[in-house]
């Protein structure tokens, strides 16, 4: 399905406006574009290449060599290539795009499809492999998720582009290039020998992947699975007798007793008129026979894009950062107009990575008076601290003695802060509310508060660069910035980081391993080392334990090898490191109590303490929500620790999880005439009760309550019935965008206050209503 975009998205690649994310594979980048003045007909999957691929001058070469053979390959049953620079700075291709799901995701989330889809499905890929092949191309990589599913019929992606990609780092003898489980015994062989026979015996255990629900050579192990392939032992127990002799012949060891693509085409089409030697195939008229269920998924697909394609641009960039301190300023309480996530205005980001929500534009800026962000009409002076009069507690007394218990930590790639989030006695001391703008210029897409200490990490799309800042959590002052002031960053930046109550753990500005800092003043402390030919990539702490990955880069190891280590946090000791196939390593993350680990083939969750796969599922989850015990995979509601399926409901994926199995998802249509967020048990999959709700609000769960916060102010509800419990509409200093109150692109709650940043640069801080 779309994905917001990336804070650190660009506006416009080559002559396309990017409207959202589409996923990321092994060479780069792909975004749903539209040219200018385009329309649905136009919309292309935009790929941009892998920055370690650009200064590559053989690889520009082999890429402008195979974008322009690719531009050959036209027909109903391809993707077919609309454009390409291979000479950018960051060399980019944009494909066709075909609004569905792929084979992969549908059979994977609804199950195997009958044999006359099997069969009408074979066809129209055997054919979109013969037109690749008639441009003296082969794909290389055929598998279900290079075929997406349309409402015309199957469409086969991603031909051709990968052989100039195969033709840099990964054509060595002895390296493998293809997917695990979907690869020929010449992929295996990685002598060069791949050709267009390969592909029909990918294309057979695509088959048989799509008949079954399995591939032909599934295992555990990796090395299993290449053992089976180059012994030529695939497992057809389960293949439907009709399609059985077929998918075998596909599968033939030697690629010189596999049908061509058009004897396969033969095999297969049970048409009343078959396919003539010579004569180009009719194209698909009318609807594909797809089942229901898949039917369903378009649908889900189209609706998306419709409402990519019609949402307001999202602005270049945004001005800087203005704070206003008189009441014709404040925010209005004026709600956004509904939109897709990822639209005109800062949206909501992927949970699990960034945040509650994200945006894009210039900080600047310098700290403000705190009393301007009182609710207006408060006495900044009274002893409510700028709470409304029927805001129920207070802040402490000045002279309060400091609380014996610290707040625990909080990330903004959190949903639930906790049963402690209201309680007032773990706020800063002396903390009041206040508003600041970042130092650093950058949108703050991932933040932390521990200790009175907020770390933003700040990326600045101009230089492409990325920072972190920490502020004094109770009053909003700059504290220190990493790296130093005037010291550059690194090609990579700092990337994401995680925290404990002593040290920010973050990738390290020269790029060669994972520093840790201080938490007060910022300083280096020690070094996680990293390792040739890896790339360091992202790090969390969980209960003493540290965990960092890499991704593999042209060095040691195949790409699809990703690194994972373990650390302990007292003395910093390595405790375990792993080498994971075809593993993502920016979506290492903390979920529960277990180190969460997504890849092309399947999500696994590890033992933070010894690195041992705990649970294992074959599917791919990216929505999971830090420290969340349940999530929505494909419709099912899973239990995000064992990944064993809770509840079989269609769902969207959640923008909140309360740690009670509480799912906050959005809900279709409307309610009371606006968008609404459904409240679903995650146990009975059972509607407890909504809410209205705006996109891109950043949604909350703290204590008892739900909290909602855009739209110029906060709004609190009971978590168990929905009861309303407090409004802040009329926020002083909340920053506005497009002429509306702005939503914000991090939100946490800590010490019964909430912490938000905004794309204008703003960083502020107010009670809890």
């Known amino acids: 399905m779309l994905r ?9 690649i080559g002559p396309y406006r990017l409207l959202a994310g589409l996923g ?6 792909v975004h749903l574009a539209v040219p200018a003045g385009g329309g649905a007909g136009d919309l292309v999957a935009l790929k941009t290449v892998r920055r370690d691929l650009e200064q590559e001058d053989a690889f520009r070469v082999r890429f402008r060599r195979e974008a322009e053979a690719a531009r050959a390959v036209r027909g109903p049953y391809v993707s077919a290539l609309v454009d390409a620079a291979p000479e950018a700075e960051r060399p980019w291709l944009a494909t066709q795009y075909v609004a569905g799901p792929s084979l992969d995701e549908a059979v994977a989330g ?7 889809v099997v069969r009408g499905l074979g066809v129209a890929v055997a054919r979109g492999l013969a037109a690749v092949h008639g441009a003296r191309l082969v794909h290389r990589d055929l598998k279900p998720a290079n075929i997406v599913l349309g409402a015309d019929g199957p469409r086969l992606i991603d031909f051709g582009i990968a052989q100039a990609y195969d033709a840099t780092a990964l054509t060595a003898t002895g390296v493998m290039v293809g997917s695990p489980g ?12 791949v050709s267009s026979a390969s592909d029909v015996f990918c294309l057979g255990a695509v088959l048989c992947f799509a008949a079954t629900g399995r591939g032909p050579f599934e295992d555990t192990e990796f090395a299993a699975i290449v053992h089976r392939i180059a012994q030529g032992r695939p497992d057809l127990s389960r293949v439907p007798e009709e399609l059985r002799r077929t998918i075998s012949d596909c599968l033939h060891r030697d690629p010189g007793r596999r049908p061509t693509t058009a004897e396969l085409i ?5 048409s009343p008129t078959p396919d003539r030697p010579g004569v180009p195939p009719a194209p698909p008229t009318g609807p594909f026979p797809w089942p229901d269920h898949v039917r369903e998924l378009i ?5 998306a894009v419709t409402a990519a394609l019609t949402a307001p641009p999202r602005p270049r960039a945004a001005g800087p950062a203005a704070v206003a301190a008189s009441d014709g300023e404040a925010g209005t309480g004026q709600s956004p107009e509904p939109g897709l996530q990822g639209s005109g205005r800062p949206t909501r980001t992927r949970l699990h990575r960034l945040g509650l929500a994200a945006g894009v534009g210039l900080l600047s800026g310098t700290l403000i008076a705190a009393a301007l962000l009182l609710v207006q009409g408060d006495d900044p002076g009274g002893e409510n601290g700028g709470a409304s009069p029927g805001q129920t507690g207070g802040t402490r007394s000045p002279s309060a003695a400091a609380p014996a218990r610290t707040a625990p930590v909080a990330s903004s790639g959190m949903t639930d802060f906790g049963p402690d989030a209201l309680d007032r006695t773990l706020q800063p001391d002396d903390w009041r509310p206040w508003a600041a703008s970042f130092d650093a210029p950058g949108v703050a897409d991932d933040c932390a508060l521990s200790r009175g200490v907020l770390v933003c990490r700040l990326y600045d799309e101009t230089t492409r660069q990325s920072r972190l800042e920490a502020r004094s959590a109770s009053e909003g002052s700059r504290l220190w910035t990493y790296p130093a002031k005037g010291e550059p960053s690194g090609q990579l930046g700092v990337g994401h980081f995680g925290v404990d109550d002593r040290h920010v753990y973050v990738r390290a500005a020269a790029g060669d391993g994972f520093d840790v800092l201080d938490l007060s003043d910022g300083e280096p402390v020690a070094r996680l080392p990293g390792r040739t030919g890896y790339d360091p990539a992202a790090v969390r702490v969980h209960d003493g334990r540290i965990v960092v990955s890499y991704a593999g880069g042209a060095g040691p190891g195949h790409s699809g090898n990703m690194l994972f280590r373990g650390y302990d946090a007292g003395d910093r000791t390595q405790l375990w490191e792993r080498v994971i196939p075809w593993a993502f390593p920016l979506d290492l993350d903390i979920v529960g109590d277990r180190v969460w680990i997504t890849g092309t ?6 033992d933070p303490a010894t690195g041992k796969t705990l649970a294992s599922a074959p599917w791919v989850c990216e929505t999971h929500i830090r420290d969340a015990l349940y999530d929505v995979c494909g419709g099912t509601i899973v239990d995000a620790r064992t990944l064993r399926q809770v509840h079989r409901s269609e769902l969207r994926s959640p923008e909140a999880v309360s740690r009670d199995g509480l799912l906050l998802v959005e809900g279709d249509g409307r309610r009371q005439g606006s968008r609404y967020l459904r409240t679903v048990d995650a146990r009975s999959g059972k509607e407890q009760w909504s809410v209205t709700w705006s996109p891109g609000d950043a949604v909350a769960v703290a204590g008892d309550r739900l909290l909602i916060l855009g739209a110029g102010g906060a709004r609190a509800f009971a978590l168990d019935d929905g009861t309303p419990e407090g409004e802040f509409r009329t926020v002083r200093n909340w920053p506005r965008d497009d002429g509306r109150s702005a939503q914000p692109t991090t939100a946490l709650v800590s010490g019964g206050a909430y912490f938000l940043t905004f794309a204008d640069g703003t960083v502020m801080s107010a009670p809890v209503p």
């Not at 083939?601 to 590890?606: A, E, F, N, S, V």
């Open 4 to 12: 917001p975009l990336e804070a650190d998205a660009p506006y416009a």
């Open 24 to 29: 990321s594979g092994g060479m780069g980048t």
């Open 110 to 116: 609804r199950g195997p499809l009958p044999v006359p």
């Open 182 to 193: 979907f690869m020929s015994p010449e992929h295996v062989a990685g002598d060069r020998s």
């Open 266 to 270: 033969r095999a297969l089409d049970a």
């Open 299 to 303: 649908g889900a697909y189209e609706t």
């Open 601 to 606: 083939q399947k999500t696994q969750t590890l």
